[in-house]
Each structure stands twice: as structure tokens, then as C-alpha cells.
């Protein structure tokens, strides 16, 4: 099941559960959110993870199955100006992969499952536009630097004991759009990102040759967030 199913859904609930922020002359909930130098929040929400693979040599893509996870943190804010916010949004993101290697007859040679706990340290920036009513859409983007507690990059054993490795430490940047819905008593804000790793997290296995990791250049995450902020 694709992540993007999920999107007309939460623009269905937001749009039937919020819908009275959208009348034409609304009462004006949290008219000073904005004008704090300092915010704070938290979120919580999905998270889907991929890798893109490039290679040394034409050869059969590694697959990918994708799954589920959640998002959970805190939020940071410096007002800029009007329009403008700094952000600090450190989370944990869990999440889950399965990839296929070609090549093999066994499963437990061709398979290996790939759990990540990331805990993500991103900066970013927040471009809002004009508030209207009781909503405002924004776009945001930044850079991040998230560390792996699932990693394995210090084992003494690699695929060919049926240990996949990757780096600790990986460097990505992130791009996404949401709404700030300012109800009565707190501001929520619907968003959708996507995260891509500018790193390689790949540790190769011991053997240059090895038959799952020796023809990959270089292994990158990227991967799409849905949150919903409470602030």
C-alpha cells in the first residue's frame, strides 16, 4: 500500500473536521500565535523509507519493500519575521525495509530486513504566506543530520553472517508544504515532507567481491513524513 493513499484522507478529515475555519468572516482564534519571538510544539505522525541504490555496473535492481512507521518530537521556533521562522524539530523516526538481492536461491541469503531508529536533528526554514482567517499555508525546507541507533556499522559481522550494515551519522535535506489551522485553543498544522540523504550509508561487507554489496556505489535513504503539529 502506497503513502499516498493516506493524502486524500487527511485533506478529507482535515477538510471535514476544520471546515468552519474557512467561512468567510470567521472569529479569529490565536490572533498573537505568531507574534511570540519563540514557539514551541510538538508532532507526531507517519513515515515511509525507500533507498535509491546507484552501481558500479548494470546489473538487476535490489528491491525494496517498503512499510509503515511513526514520527514523534518536539518543536522550536524563532519568528524571523511576518513570513519567516526558523525551526528546530529534533524527532525520533522509526521505520522498516525489506530488500530483495538478486542472485540468490535461498531467502535467507536474498533477504535481509533493514529497522532504522533515527533520531533526526533538522534546521529549518519556514516560509508562510498571508494568514487568511483562520489558516495559512506554508512551504518549509533544510537541512538535517540524523543519527541511527540501528545502524550495525561497528559489527564484526556483515551480509555473509546475515548482518546488513550502515553508517551511523547520515546528512539529508528536507522539503514539504502544510496548513496551520489556528483553532481555539492551539494551532494545528497538517504537513507532508520528503526527506533525501546527500550521504552514502552504506558500510560494504568485508569481501570487495561480495554478492550484496560489492557492485553498489553508493546506498541513500530518502523517504516522505506525514505529521500533524500541535502548538
Known amino acids: 500500500m502506497k503513502i499516498w493513499f493516506f493524502i486524500p484522507v487527511l485533506v478529507l478529515m482535515t477538510t471535514t473536521s476544520l471546515s468552519a475555519q474557512f467561512n468567510e468572516n470567521p472569529i479569529l ?131 555473509s553472517s546475515g548482518t546488513f550494515r550502515m553508517k551511523k551519522w547520515v546528512y539529508n535535506y528536507e522539503l514539504g508544504f502544510g496548513i496551520d489551522f489556528y483553532l481555539e485553543y492551539f494551532k494545528f498544522t497538517p504537513s507532508i515532507r520528503g526527506v533525501f540523504a546527500i550521504t552514502d550509508e552504506l558500510v560494504p561487507d568485508l569481501d570487495p567481491n561480495s554478492p550484496w554489496t560489492g557492485n553498489i556505489e553508493s546506498m541513500k535513504t530518502r523517504g516522505i513524513f506525514i505529521n500533524f503539529t500541535f502548538e
Not at 514551541?40 to 541504490?53: E, I, R, T
Not at 533526526?120 to 487568511?132: C, G, H, Q, T
Request: aromatic share 14%; charged share 25%; no cysteine.
Open 29 to 159: 482564534n490565536k490572533q498573537n500565535e505568531d507574534k511570540k519571538f519563540l514557539n514551541w510544539g510538538y508532532f507526531l505522525g507517519l513515515n515511509q523509507y525507500d533507498f535509491k541504490f546507484e552501481y558500479k555496473e548494470n546489473a538487476p535492481d535490489i528491491l525494496v519493500s517498503k512499510s509503515f512507521g511513526f514520527n514523534v518530537g518536539l518543536i522550536g521556533e524563532m519568528r524571523l519575521n511576518d513570513h519567516l521562522d526558523l525551526r528546530f524539530e529534533p524527532g525520533l523516526h522509526y521505520g522498516s525495509r525489506l530488500l530483495g538481492f538478486p542472485g540468490f536461491d535461498e531467502e535467507r541469503d536474498a533477504i535481509r530486513e533493514v529497522k532504522s531508529t533515527y533520531i533526526n536533528f533538522p534546521i529549518l526554514l519556514k516560509a508562510s504566506a498571508k494568514r487568511f482567517g483562520n489558516w495559512k499555508p506554508f512551504v518549509i525546507g533544510g537541512g538535517s543530520r540524523s543519527l541511527n541507533l540501528g545502524s550495525n556499522e561497528e559489527s564484526l559481522d556483515d551480509n
